[in-house]
T-cell receptor, first 116, second 113 residues
Framework: GENVEQHPSTLSVQEGDSAVIKCTYS??????FPWYKQELGKGPQLIID?????GEKKDQRIAVTLNKTAKHFSLHITETQPEDSAVYFC???????????????FGKGTHLIIQP | DTEVTQTPKHLVMGMTNKKSLKCEQH?????MYWYKQKAKKPPELMFV???????INESVPSRFSPECPNSSLLNLHLHALQPEDSALYLC????????????FGPGTRLTVT
């Protein structure tokens, strides 16, 4: 099955600085890579995703890059703000061999702390 | 609107009780999922329903029994649980033809005593 490694487990940055979280995956069949933000007491919130036919995607202060050859993808947050403090999970997924919906395999998560 | 609702928000049950968790979405999504999340851990996939049929069961013990009565509703029936089953149970849904873009509900915090 798929295995997703995520680093670092904790990241502390000054407000206004950039934050980068990195993930690697093992299954070359995976073709979908979402990032989720989870605040305390809440469910994961999809913040950005990328598919394997794209190398980079940007949405305002958030960007994701994918290197399919190396099997790694990264989340970049610029101009960090206190409300960015949360746990961030990367994940990998793909279509089930039978053509139906598939579940996601998550990384262990990164606790992002924005220092004021 | 990308809302998935889950009830109850919190549930405390004894090991001999029978209870059910409920999940609902009105986005027209045709795939629905149950995940289990322990404290400080990532969500772990339990079940996948696609077009109201169970398509994936990740070797979940039979004390967890999923049900999909219609395309908007997903239940998880619980019976004879163990204390180690205490966790946050998350429901998610996705559009069938973009199966991987999953939207999560807020979860049910389950405590087994």
């Amino acid at each position: 099955g798929e295995n997703v490694e995520q680093h670092p487990s904790t990241l502390s940055v000054q407000e206004g600085d950039s934050a980068v979280i990195k993930c690697t995956y093992s299954d070359s069949a995976s073709n979908y890579f979402p990032w989720y933000k989870q605040e305390l007491g809440k469910g994961p919130q999809l913040i950005i995703d990328i598919r394997s036919n794209v190398g980079e995607k940007k949405d305002q202060r958030i960007a994701v890059t994918l290197n399919k050859t190396a099997k790694h993808f990264s989340l970049h947050i610029t101009e960090t703000q206190p409300e960015d403090s949360a746990v961030y999970f990367c994940a990998a997924g793909g279509m089930y061999s039978g053509g139906g919906a598939d579940g996601l395999t998550f990384g262990k998560g990164t606790h992002l702390i924005i220092q004021p | 609107d990308t809302e998935v609702t889950q009830t109850p928000k919190h549930l405390v049950m004894g090991m001999t009780n029978k209870k059910s968790l409920k999940c609902e979405q009105h986005m027209g999504h045709r795939a629905m999922y149950w995940y289990k999340q322990k404290a400080k851990k990532p969500p772990e996939l339990m079940f996948v329903y696609s077009y109201e049929k169970l398509s994936i069961n990740e070797s979940v013990p039979s004390r967890f029994s999923p049900e999909c009565p219609n395309s908007s509703l997903l239940n998880l029936h619980l019976h004879a649980l163990q204390p180690e089953d205490s966790a946050l149970y998350l429901c998610a849904s996705s559009v069938r033809d973009r199966a991987d873009e999953q939207y999560f509900g807020p979860g049910t915090r389950l405590t087994v005593t």
